[in-house]
């Protein structure tokens, strides 16, 4: 699309896609959800592989994102991907969306862009929070060269700290994690002075998965992780959704 505002610097960033409207990503709250493209992660069971090269997607500008999705009939917005963070410009395109009159505006992320998140949170109502795993094994699940648990537990922290309603899940990969990790991942949610609910999703193989890198895993019965109920700190509520 040709761009043809006024501003002198231009905000955008990938997208993938756009679905009008979902009354699944956000408890109760219809909304629009937007696919930003690229992921600086390479879960071997991410459900949307498609979309995580870098230059997969389409680049738009931040006001043409904004016309796109201008006057659906939904109460809000889900961003998600891919990683939105790791596109420096999706401040502006929260906050642009939040000036437009955006009810709800819940935002997916794995926490690994601190610095792109901390600028958001004025704008966002809430967070999806992909916790991935315990701290020790975060660069050998998302396959990244760099460990990005630090900059996760910063993002975390931010998040806790902040006034916006943060959401933390998992997604218990059969034959990949152990119930006892995710015990784990409860007692550091605690540690860092979260209180809330906590919640687990089974793995399901989906259209959008890559057959080869998922060989071995399988998905999860509820009573794996059921037993566990009880033993979370009594901070956090375990709730599990197995779909
Ligand atoms: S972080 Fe999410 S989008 Fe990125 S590879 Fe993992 S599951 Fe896929």
């Not at 071997?44 to 997607?57: M, R, V």
């Not at 502006?92 to 926490?111: M, P, S, Y």
């Not at 218990?172 to 152990?178: A, E, K």
């Not at 015990?183 to 959008?208: D, H, P, T, W």
């Amino acid at each position: 699309m040709q761009c043809t505002c006024k501003l002198r610097v231009c905000f955008k960033m990938r997208i993938a896609s756009v679905i009008d409207i979902s009354l699944v990503d956000v408890p109760k709250i219809p909304v629009t959800v937007l696919f930003t493209a690229g992921c600086n992660m390479d879960c071997p069971y991410c459900q949307n592989a498609e979309i995580i090269p870098l230059d997969s997607g389409s680049e738009m500008s931040i006001p043409h994102i904004v016309e796109r999705v201008r006057g659906n009939l939904s109460d809000g917005y889900c961003i998600t991907g891919g990683e939105p963070t790791i596109h420096r410009d999706l401040p502006e395109l929260v906050q642009a969306l939040r000036e437009d009159g955006a009810g709800h505006i819940n935002l997916n992320t794995q926490g690994s862009v601190p610095d792109v998140l901390r600028k958001c949170l004025p704008f966002l109502d809430s967070v999806w929070f992909d916790f991935k795993t315990v701290p020790s094994r975060y660069a050998e699940i998302t396959r990244t060269k760099s460990d990005p648990w630090p900059r996760v537990m910063k993002s975390i922290e931010l998040l806790v700290s902040s006034n916006v309603s943060f959401w933390p899940r998992t997604t218990y990969v059969g034959n990949l994690m152990n119930s006892e990790e995710i015990l784990q991942i409860s007692q550091e949610l605690a540690q860092m002075g979260f209180r809330g609910e906590y919640l687990v999703q089974n793995y399901k193989r989906s259209s959008g998965t890559r057959e080869s890198h998922v060989v071995g895993f399988v998905e999860p019965e509820r009573d794996e992780i059921e037993s566990l109920i009880d033993k979370v700190p009594s901070q956090i509520s375990l709730k599990l959704e197995w779909r």
